[in-house]
């Protein structure tokens, strides 16, 4: 995530099979450099866990009177564990956005590298609001997200989800179906 | 083919020239500031000019167009003779005042969490008292400290280090909390 200079941010996912946190803040003179620490561990076949600091850099942003566009890209380096091996682990991602106030797209694609273990994650989603609010109401989102992994032996995983934003909060609730059945996610986000 | 060339450009330099001029009959615009909201002109974006009974008119943005043709004749009356009250509330629309009201149109405000950046990093400046923002009209308003001031370049600065652009800024004479009222009956 990238924010404003100063503005701290936590990003925690939770699901049947994994779970990811990260904190991080974003700074002044690198307004669009964010940096924190992340762990998850999935359960695909393959339980694996790391622990990695992650530098996000927006590349570039457009702003037009009723639209914003972003290309963020992010790397990280750590410690990675598949099963009983142990060793360096890092993540590098690319993201693209498109968002106005009723309709966004996001497609990402992120290349984890754990011991054994290493996939390349490629993320679609496309979200629409049913009503425009306020960033003081309630504001909600209807999301789609399908997503690839390679080399995780996942294959496609896809899904709805409802997003909830009030002010600095937001809520994600998803369905994820993939070749292993369906099951349910849950995220948050905030600012502070 | 050269007499050709020249006759286009010719043709063109007419056009360009002919741009600037009013047509025949039309009384130029006598104000420096919108009749409408009485905000100065080319502080909300790129004046809206239109000609109106043989009457230029520049108004500062869309919206007070609505309010023009609601009812032309009222601002034409005050086009024609601006009033002193009018003309001291663009006198008070000046810069860095204390205890001022300042209202930001910003491009790329989208998001709640846009919203939320922007809110943050003015409510950190010892100047703000009070930070709104209104995502339907892309506008952040601030209530300015009593003999606090904030310079144009530096909120211009702030806007861009938060990763927006500021596309105009007025200094509105009603109170906070009535723009504010406003802008969320206007966002309804």
């Keep these: 995530m990238v924010s404003a200079p100063g503005i701290n941010f936590l990003k925690a996912e939770y699901g049947h099979t994994f779970s990811y946190t990260e904190i991080g803040r974003s700074f002044t003179g690198f307004r669009s450099v964010g940096f924190g620490g ?26 037009t009177e009723d639209s914003q566009a972003n290309i963020v890209i992010g790397g990280g380096i750590g410690r990675g564990r598949t099963g009983g091996r142990e060793g360096w682990a890092g993540t590098a991602s690319v993201l693209a956005d498109w968002e106005n106030r009723r309709w966004h797209i996001m497609l ?29 109401e309630w504001a909600p989102w209807i999301y789609y997200t399908v997503q690839h992994e390679n080399g995780a032996g996942v294959g496609f995983v896809h899904g709805p989800s409802l997003v909830l934003m009030h002010k600095d909060l937001l809520l994600e609730l998803r369905v994820m179906h993939s070749s292993h059945g369906y099951h349910a996610e849950a995220g948050i986000r905030s600012l502070f | 083919m050269k007499k050709l060339f020249a006759l286009i450009i010719t043709s063109l330099c007419l056009i360009c020239q002919a741009d600037d001029k009013l047509p025949a009959g039309v009384k130029p615009y006598p ?7 009485n905000e100065k002109l080319g502080s909300m974006g790129k004046p809206v000019v239109f000609i109106f009974e043989n009457q230029e008119i520049k ?27 009018t003309k001291t509330a663009t006198e008070v629309n000046v810069p860095s005042q204390s205890g001022t009201v300042v209202q930001l149109t910003v491009d790329g405000l989208v998001c709640n969490f846009c919203a939320t950046n922007i809110s ?60 504010k009222e406003n802008l969320k009956k206007s966002a309804k």
């Design chain 1, 38 to 63: 992340y762990s998850f561990n999935t359960g695909e076949g393959k339980s694996i866990e790391a622990e990695v600091a992650i530098v996000n850099q927006l590349l570039k942003r457009w702003n």
């Design chain 1, 108 to 136: 990402q694609e992120q290349a984890v590298f754990v011991p054994s273990a290493s996939r390349l994650v490629s993320t679609l989603m496309g979200g629409w609001a049913p009503y425009l609010a306020e960033y003081d």
């Design chain 2, 31 to 37: 104000l420096d500031y919108c009749v409408v909201s």
């Design chain 2, 59 to 85: 108004l500062c943005c869309k919206e007070c167009r609505k309010d023009f043709d609601a009812d032309p004749k009222k601002f034409l009356e005050k086009i024609n003779n601006p009033s002193k009250e």
């Design chain 2, 120 to 179: 943050k990093t003015f409510s950190k400046l010892p100047e703000v008292s009070e930070v709104y923002v209104n995502l339907a009209a892309k506008a952040v308003l601030l209530q300015l400290k009593e003999g606090k001031k904030l310079p144009e370049d530096q909120t211009k600065q702030i806007v861009t280090d938060a990763g927006f652009n500021l596309r105009g800024i007025s200094y509105p004479k009603d109170s906070f909390n009535s723009i």
